[in-house]
């Protein structure tokens, strides 16, 4: 091959890199770790959103029991149900982290609900947010700005 295509491909790939979806790292709290860390972006003028992660659990039962984010006025555990052929969505004060099992929070699903944004949230950026757990306690960690939910926090299967 060419010099030319060589820094062609290698730039090619340099590229492609960079401008691949940033993933979230995954978070150790005591025997949790949290995965996929998204929260959608702004839709329009919208000043609610809603946010997805992942709890591995590798020892006893615990619970996600709150979650604040600087980015907004409140951040809520919600659960979606349907009651009569209607999809509701209700605040919970809790929600399970089964031992030795998993919470996943995802649309359609559990999810946390960014309520009065205090600006848009934009793909592609980073925001802070506390998590708080009933035994593991309390961790801030980095969730992603995301257009649409990763499929790990879209996938449904098994429910």
């Known amino acids: 091959m060419s010099r030319t295509l060589v ?15 940033v993933q979230a790292h995954a978070v150790s709290l005591g025997d949790l770790t949290l995965g996929v860390l998204e929260v959608r972006a702004s839709l329009g003028r919208n000043p609610n959103t809603g946010g997805y992660m992942t709890v591995a659990n590798r020892g006893a039962a615990d619970a996600l029991v709150g979650a604040s984010c600087t980015c907004a006025r409140a951040v809520e555990l919600h659960v979606m149900s349907h009651q009569g052929g209607v999809m509701r969505m209700d605040k919970v004060d809790s929600l399970a982290v089964p031992a030795r099992g998993r919470l996943e929070l995802k649309p359609g699903g559990a999810h946390l609900m960014f309520l009065g944004l205090k ?14 757990f009933r035994k593991a306690g309390e961790v801030t960690t980095m969730f992603h700005v995301v257009a649409t939910p990763s499929a790990a926090a879209a996938d449904h299967s098994g429910h």
């Open 7 to 21: 820094r062609s491909l290698a730039l090619a790939a340099a590229l492609t890199a960079a401008c691949a979806p």
């Open 119 to 132: 600006a848009p949230l934009k793909a592609g950026t980073d925001v802070p947010v506390t998590l708080r």
